[in-house]
T-cell receptor
Framework: EDQVTQSPEALRLQEGESSSLNCSYT??????LFWYRQDPGKGPEFLFT???AGEEKEKERLKATLTKKESFLHITAPKPEDSATYLC?????????????FGIGTKLQVIP | SQTIHQWPATLVQPVGSPLSLECTVE??????LYWYRQAAGRGLQLLFY??????ISSEVPQNLSASRPQDRQFILSSKKLLLSDSGFYLC????????????????FGDGTRLSIL
């Protein structure tokens, strides 16, 4: 069974204090790994797709990286508007394209 | 650009009442469509997905059903709601995979918060 574990569950940072969120996954072959941002009471907003180990993607203060067992979302010099829950999801090679397993997320709070 | 609309944003229903949540997508054709439920402390749970008009696959046995009467319209229904149906319901779409090139992300609507009394 595919599994996604995100850590920490919650993270509180001072504005400008860089950190990383972790997504560990277990799949029988990875078709793709996705990062989303979810604001309270809203649907997840797509951020990145990573396909293979060693790949990196960047967007503003966020950088996502991928290894064979985990992915990191690095947040550089965060601002209060980066506060949100960040979700990780994996799509395995086996099964249809609808088979996406989501983690519970990391709730990030950035304090001014 | 593509957009997805879900309504209503919030809904309070008594136990045993019917349910109809609607989702529409604009700016794309023949999308894959999905219904998820998100419970506190749990990951998103896929309820239904559809690859075309009238084609519905159910992922978990439950009190709910889904229909796709038009290409870009997806409806979640129930004849009689249970207390356990409370939750945050999300509709999503993705580009339909063609020729093996289908590793596209899912894009979500803003959800419906459903409370059963």
């Amino acid at each position: 069974e595919d599994q996604v574990t995100q850590s920490p569950e919650a993270l509180r940072l001072q504005e400008g204090e860089s950190s990383s969120l972790n997504c560990s996954y277990t799949v029988s072959g990875l078709r793709g790994l996705f990062w989303y941002r979810q604001d309270p009471g809203k649907g997840p907003e797509f951020l990145f797709t990573l396909y293979s180990a060693g790949e990196e993607k960047e967007k503003e203060r966020l950088k996502a990286t991928l290894t064979k067992k985990e992915s990191f979302l690095h947040i550089t010099a965060p601002k209060p508007e980066d506060s949100a829950t960040y979700l990780c999801a994996v799509r395995p090679l086996s099964g249809g394209y609808q088979k996406v397993t989501f983690g519970i997320g990391t709730k990030l709070q950035v304090i001014p | 650009s593509q957009t997805i609309h879900q309504w209503p944003a919030t809904l309070v229903q008594p136990v045993g009442s019917p349910l109809s949540l609607e989702c529409t997508v604009e700016g794309t054709s023949n999308p894959n469509l999905y219904w998820y439920r998100q419970a506190a402390g749990r990951g998103l749970q896929l309820l239904f997905y559809s690859v075309g008009i009238g084609q519905i696959s159910s992922e978990v046995p439950q009190n709910l059903s889904a229909s796709r009467p038009q290409d870009r319209q997806f409806i979640l229904s129930s004849k009689k709601l249970l207390l356990s149906d409370s939750g945050f319901y999300l509709c999503a779409w993705s580009v339909s995979p063609r020729g093996g090139v289908g590793n596209q992300p899912q894009h979500f609507g803003d959800g419906t918060r459903l409370s059963i009394l």
